[in-house]
């Protein structure tokens, strides 16, 4: 990506770049404030999370994601969800022999966490193709790239399957806040622990959620996990003898985060706001969108090689993510992130327009 990140640069009124998904803007004040007022941390933080924090987690997928069964054993907070993807397979001693199933479209830690545990990856969709040597499957709804959002009876599928080849079946569920055109612009987007999904079992079925999206904390790295107890009590174990506890006060900045809707219907609000103005610009300049129902991306392809699309847009002085970086099965497809400024927006949507 150098060498079109320097030819967007140079464009007269400087780069707009939409490849990545870091949040620009500020991370809200009730949060800052509970994290100043936490400072005084002089004991080690627990690695389980306070019972404060567990609590706050609990609550909120009862108002949040119709999740009303968890308890404070059901939940684990993490550091970030990027190392939980990445390392999830080694803490549940996955390893030669075993397949860990992820999305077609993916961003790749999926795949490398599988490789750091020297098992196999395969990119399957299809509950029908996963082999009997599945250990474990990872969901991703909203997707990233795509923002393809899998309905309940998706969800009830895939579970249905893992639990025939009693494999551990995880949904990314990140950009769960993030829902665009019907039914997700009314509707809560369905979780992995939704009980039409699990019929009454946790067994085997994890969610995780990061607060990084949803509340612009991507630089506390702030995530956990919920569901089976069993597996969570594993993983926490691990966690333990591998110093993967969250720091004191980023606990209590989660608390203030978890407690207060408003922020979240606010950032919301500035991210749809954001894609009404770049979808139809990229629709006028000859793109095609697919799914992108939900999450931070627009998951577009104008029916040419990604890389062709990418150094056209970098001659606008517009950087956006290549299909081939998230799997083998997007040659035509560009990945265009809506976390940038609005004046960065607007400007993107004036030279696709143009």
Not at 187 to 208: F, Q, Y
Not at 256 to 285: F, I, K, M, N, T
Request: net charge negative; with cysteine.
């Amino acid at each position: 990506m150098v060498p079109f990140a320097e030819r967007a640069r140079a464009h007269a009124d400087g780069i707009v770049d939409l490849s990545i998904g870091s949040p620009a803007d500020a991370t809200p004040e009730v949060i800052r404030r509970a994290l100043a007022e936490a400072t005084d941390a002089h004991a080690y933080p627990q690695t389980a999370g306070t019972p404060e924090l567990r609590r706050a987690i609990v609550s909120w997928y009862a108002r949040r994601r119709s999740v009303t069964t968890l308890t404070e054993r059901n939940v684990l907070p993490t550091i970030g969800s990027k190392e939980l993807v990445a390392l999830m397979p080694f803490m549940l001693g996955l390893g030669e022999g075993d397949t860990i199933v992820h999305p077609r479209a993916a961003y790749p830690t999926y795949a490398i966490g599988a490789a750091i545990a020297g098992a196999n990856a395969l990119a399957s969709d299809d509950p029908l193709e996963w082999p009997d040597t599945t250990r474990l499957v990872w969901l991703n709804s909203p997707g990233n790239p795509d923002g393809r959002v899998l309905s309940v009876a998706e969800l009830r599928a895939a579970v249905q399957r893992a639990r025939e080849l009693d494999a551990v079946i995880v949904s990314d569920e990140c950009y769960a806040e993030l829902g665009w055109d019907a039914p997700w612009d009314t509707e809560p987007i369905p979780s992995i622990l939704d009980p039409r999904v699990i019929e009454g079992s946790l067994t085997n079925v994890i969610a995780i959620y990061s607060l990084s999206k949803q509340s612009n904390m991507a630089g506390y790295r702030a995530a956990f996990a919920a569901g089976d107890a069993d597996v969570l009590a594993r993983l926490l174990t691990v966690r333990k003898h591998a110093g993967l506890m969250l720091p004191a006060p980023l606990q209590s900045a989660m608390i203030a985060a978890l407690g207060d809707d408003e922020h979240v219907s606010v950032q919301r609000e500035r991210y749809r706001s954001r894609r009404r103005v770049l979808l139809p610009a990229l629709e006028l300049a000859g793109f095609r969108i697919d799914h992108s129902e939900a999450g931070l991306y627009l998951w577009a392809s104008e029916g040419r090689n990604a890389w062709e699309s990418v150094a056209r847009l970098a001659d606008l002085g517009i950087l956006a993510g290549p299909g081939p970086f998230y799997g083998d099965f997007f040659s035509e497809h560009v990945r265009f992130s809506l976390t940038a400024p609005d004046e960065r927006i607007a400007a993107a949507a004036a030279r696709l327009r143009e």
